[in-house]
């Protein structure tokens, strides 16, 4: 079965770095495109970063541009979010994203979601 777990959310104060990892299992991880959204109380959820299958391209958000990093490792089948700079703003609940075609058929996966509070 296919798994997204979501982990290393939480409480970090004004400024502060967060990292988030996203453990997949149960499809070929190194053929899909991985991508973080989230999403704030009363908010769409929106896109944040985005990394392609052989992690050549990464896209943003303007938002977040200069302060987060995506990143993947096939080896591990692990994507991860690296956040510097965190403001108020970017409260809110993170989730794990993979698009990919296997067997000619398109699928979307997604995890549970990391909650991450930015407060003083």
């Known amino acids: 079965q296919v798994q997204l777990v979501e982990s290393g959310g939480g409480l970090v104060q004004p400024g502060g770095s967060l990292r988030l990892s996203c453990a997949a299992s149960g499809f070929t991880f190194s053929s899909y495109a991985m991508r973080w959204y989230r999403q704030a109380p009363g908010k769409e959820r929106g896109m944040v970063a985005a990394?392609?299958?052989?992690?050549?391209?990464?896209n943003y958000a303007d938002s977040v541009k200069g302060r987060f990093t995506i990143s993947r490792d096939n080896t591990k089948n692990t994507v991860y979010l690296q956040m510097n700079s965190l403001k108020p703003e970017d409260t809110a609940v993170y989730y794990c994203?993979?698009?990919?075609?296997?067997?000619?058929?398109?699928?979307?996966?997604w995890g549970q979601g990391t909650q991450v509070t930015v407060s003083s």
């Open positions: 990394i392609s299958s052989a992690a050549g391209s990464t």
């Open positions: 994203n993979a698009a990919g075609v296997e067997q000619f058929r398109r699928n979307d996966y």
